[in-house]
Nanobody, 128 residues
Framework: QVQLVESGGGLVQAGGSLRLSCAAS????????MGWFRQAPGKEREFVAA????????YYTDSVKGRFTISRDNAKNTVYLQMNSLKPEDTAVYYC?????????????????????WGQGTQVTVSS
C-alpha cells in the first residue's frame, strides 16, 4: 500500500499564498500520476490539479489556472501545490492522490474514482 501524507495547510487572508506538500512512501512514486483534490463541507470532492509521471505535463481546473502550480520531485517522493492569490472560495480540505492505471493522465485524470491512494487531507482556510 502507498501512504500519502499532506502538509502545509493553514489559515491565510485573501490574496495570500500557501504551499502544500504531499510525501509518498514506497519506491515506485514515479510510476504514479499525482493529483490534488479539495472538498468543502457538504460538497463533493473536486479536482484541482494533476501532474504526469515524469513531472513534465500539468493540468488544472479552470478556477485555479494562473494561481496554482503543481510540481513533483520524484527523487524526494513528493508532490507540491503552490497556491497564490488565494480566495475565500478556495477554502477546503485538500487531498493528494495517486493513480496507477496506465493512461489515466489522458483519460480520467480529473475523476476521483480513477485514483487509488489518498492522503488524510490538510485544511486550507482563506479569510476575507
Amino acid at each position: 500500500q502507498v501512504q500519502l501524507v499532506e502538509s502545509g495547510g493553514g489559515l491565510v487572508q485573501a490574496g495570500g499564498s500557501l504551499r502544500l506538500s504531499c510525501a509518498a512512501s514506497g519506491r515506485t512514486f514515479s510510476s504514479y500520476v499525482m493529483g490534488w483534490f479539495r472538498q468543502a463541507p457538504g460538497k463533493e470532492r473536486e479536482f484541482v490539479a494533476a501532474v504526469s509521471r515524469s513531472g513534465g505535463i500539468f493540468y488544472y481546473t479552470d478556477s485555479v489556472k494562473g494561481r496554482f502550480t503543481i510540481s513533483r520531485d520524484n527523487a524526494k517522493n513528493t508532490v507540491y501545490l503552490q497556491m497564490n492569490s488565494l480566495k475565500p472560495e478556495d477554502t477546503a480540505v485538500y487531498y493528494c492522490a495517486a493513480a496507477t492505471r496506465v493512461g489515466v493522465f489522458s483519460s480520467g485524470r480529473t475523476r476521483p474514482a480513477e485514483y487509488d491512494y489518498w492522503g488524510q487531507g490538510t485544511q486550507v482556510t482563506v479569510s476575507s
